[in-house]
């Protein structure tokens, strides 16, 4: 059984910047494809940032190319979002999902998933 605990959500204002955190244990970390994923209040849950097992392969939705960076340090078993430039519309639970094998950026590909730490950004 994989657990994960994300950390390091909270209010800015728009133009800011925060750093997700998300703490993996139960599991060989480096087999695991690891992604985020966002839940803004009365929609759906969608797909932000994927990364590889080894880290050298990433991919990003569209609203947050260029202003997130997906990073995993297999030593520490953590995987990390860096969100620069948020708006308000980045506002929105943040969840940390866990896969064995390939990168996907598809939800129900993941198996292994975080409580949730809560973005918000105001304008």
């Known amino acids: 059984q994989v657990q994960l605990v994300e950390s390091g959500g909270g209010l800015v204002q728009a133009g800011g910047s925060l750093r997700l955190s998300c703490a993996v244990s139960g599991r060989t970390f480096s087999n695991l494809a690891m992604a985020w994923f966002r839940q803004a209040p009365g929609k759906a849950r969608e797909f932000v940032a994927a990364?590889?097992?080894?880290?050298?392969?990433?991919v990003y939705a569209d609203s947050v190319k260029g202003r997130f960076t997906i990073s995993r340090d297999n030593a520490k078993n953590t995987v990390y979002l860096q969100m620069n430039s948020l708006k308000p519309e980045d506002t929105a639970v943040y969840y940390c999902?866990?896969?064995?094998?390939?990168?996907?950026?598809?939800?129900?590909?993941?198996?292994?998933w975080g409580q949730g730490t809560q973005v918000t950004v105001s304008s």
């Open positions: 999902a866990a896969k064995l094998g390939v990168v996907s950026r598809t939800e129900f590909n993941f198996d292994s």
């Open positions: 990364i590889r097992r080894s880290g050298d392969v990433t």
